[in-house]
């Protein structure tokens, strides 16, 4: 990822140097097939740089805060010591100083960082990264011409790391302004550009192809990068990924790199991701997403059967309804698996968030779901998430006092009733009631799925078990109707919940 400056933390964040030895191990067969082999890219993009060229800036953004201490000697910008003079002046001469004396005076400090954006209104919008332009309280557009114009910040997300920038233009000079386009239509192999400020140099133009899309680097609750193999370098991030027609389909943002360069695997967030949130910026000043209420969880094949979904692991699973959401007044419940969002399929529940988010506050969808192998659809009027939301108890754990007195094993699971002594024992929340698990064989597939002792099983088949007695009975029953794995809804000591598939087998 192009980051805004050396020093930028953000930058190092991005570079997602965990997953680059990984990649590297890959080798690369030596065969090639003939049309592969006759495959030619485009004459020239001379003609397409040249059409939006123009439209792309550098932005320079310079935060100022104070430091107390003496003053540092003068250091060039970014140089490796400017951090170890730093220390080294505040240790001997802050708090008071050597032999106790008066605290020194704050003396401002300055730091740059730099990267790229483009112009999508000829009035003086500007779109950048959020990490490029940070905290920073002056920030400069920079045209193509060398011509420097003051920008305001309109609204940023950092959840997609986008920012919206506004300059005021020299009405005798128009600015050129280059269109969104529809990242959807883009398929692996479709020719791109990218166009930005790599290491400061200036634009820079590198070419390249959509290597895949719908990438989740897990840098957010939202991610569905393309990838490119178009240079992408330390500066580039928020300059734009064009199409052949001359259309921007993404937003330059990280780089996958053990060394800090490009090695041919960039990402830039689609246009279909960034153009609601920008619309939402330029209109609100913030993002006003849409909320459900839930807790979700992937579907594997494995809980896919216990389910009894036909076609394999698909949709989102419902581990969790917030009591004062959309979701629980609408009637979703847990256990229920999302197939389908306001007319669009949940293919995996990273899908759900990203179309819930992108869905207008207030709106009334229709949410598909498959309870108990039977498809319905609910009506849900979408609320609005906020940011400060923290996680809260999911799902309504009232349940009848078990047998205490009862201890079997099933499935590499010692349970036991849950008692006073079992709760002290193991932490456990009084909210939270069910089987107490108290050994977890090693070797077994619970002990795969990370169950452990102190665990509580509340639902087994997707009824709800009070005492061992009854988590044997249904496996019983599971094991009678033919299926080959068991559901259970499993809950930790402070009561979160999760749905976990044992094989039966």
Excluded: C
């Excluded at 100083?97 to 009035?123: A, V």
């Excluded at 909320?291 to 896919?304: H, M």
């Excluded at 169950?451 to 249904?474: K, L």
């Amino acid at each position: 990822m192009a980051a805004s400056s050396r020093r930028n933390p953000a930058f190092a964040r991005r570079r997602l140097p965990a997953l680059a030895g990984a990649l590297f191990a890959l080798s690369v067969g030596t065969a090639v097939l003939p049309d592969v082999a006759l495959a030619k890219g485009p004459a020239s993009l001379a003609d397409l740089a040249e059409q939006v060229t123009d439209a792309v800036v550098n932005i320079s953004a310079s935060t100022t805060v104070e430091a107390r201490g003496r003053t540092l000697p003068q250091l060039p910008p970014g140089t490796p010591f400017e951090d170890l003079f730093e220390e080294f002046f505040n240790r001997r001469g802050q708090g008071g100083g050597q032999g106790g004396g008066e605290s020194q005076p704050r003396t401002p400090r300055r730091s740059n960082s730099l990267g790229s954006g483009f112009i999508i209104d000829s009035s003086g919008i500007v779109v950048t990264n959020n990490h490029v332009i940070g905290d920073a309280n002056d920030i400069q557009v920079i045209l193509h011409d060398g011509r420097k114009l003051k920008a305001e910040i309109v609204g940023k997300d950092s959840k997609i790391d986008l920012a919206v920038l506004r300059v005021k233009p020299d009405p005798d000079r128009p600015l050129k302004a280059v269109p969104l386009g529809d990242s959807d239509k883009m398929r692996p192999g479709d020719w791109v550009i990218a166009i930005g400020n790599p290491f400061g140099l200036g634009g820079s133009v590198s070419a390249g192809i959509v290597s895949a899309r719908g990438r989740n680097i897990e840098s957010g609750p939202y991610d569905n990068y393309i990838q490119t193999d178009a240079a992408i370098n330390k500066g580039n991030s928020g300059g734009p990924l064009f199409n052949m027609n001359g259309e921007v389909i993404g937003i330059n943002t990280a780089i996958l790199s053990p060394t800090g360069g490009s090695v041919g695997i960039g990402f830039a967030v689609p246009t279909a991701t960034a153009g609601p949130v920008i619309d939402q910026l330029r209109q609100f000043g913030e993002v006003r997403r849409g909320w459900l209420g839930v807790r979700i969880q992937n579907v594997d094949d494995t809980t896919a059967e216990a389910l009894g979904l036909k076609g394999g692991g698909r949709g989102a699973l419902i581990a969790g309804v917030d009591e004062k959401g959309p979701a629980k007044t609408a009637g979703l419940e847990v256990g229920d698996v999302i197939t389908k969002f306001n007319g669009v399929e949940v293919k995996s529940s990273s899908d759900l968030p990203r179309i819930v988010a992108s869905t207008p506050v207030g709106k009334v969808v229709d949410v598909t779901t498959i309870r108990k192998g039977q498809e319905q659809t609910k009506q849900v009027t979408l609320g609005r998430l906020e940011d400060n939301d923290k996680p809260q108890q999911q799902a309504n754990l009232n349940r009848p006092q078990p047998d205490a007195d009862v201890t079997r094993q099933a499935l590499g699971l010692n349970l036991s009733g849950l008692s006073d002594e079992g709760r002290k024992r193991f932490g456990v929340k009084d909210t939270v009631k069910g089987v107490l698990v108290t050994r977890v064989d090693p070797n077994s597939n619970a002990a795969d799925k990370r169950i452990q002792a102190g665990d509580v099983i509340v639902e087994v088949g997707q009824e709800t078990v009070s005492s061992p007695a009854d988590v044997t009975r249904r496996i019983d029953q599971i094991k009678k109707d033919g299926r080959k794995s068991a559901l259970l809804l499993v809950s930790n000591k402070d009561g979160e919940v999760r749905f976990v598939a044992l094989s039966l087998e």
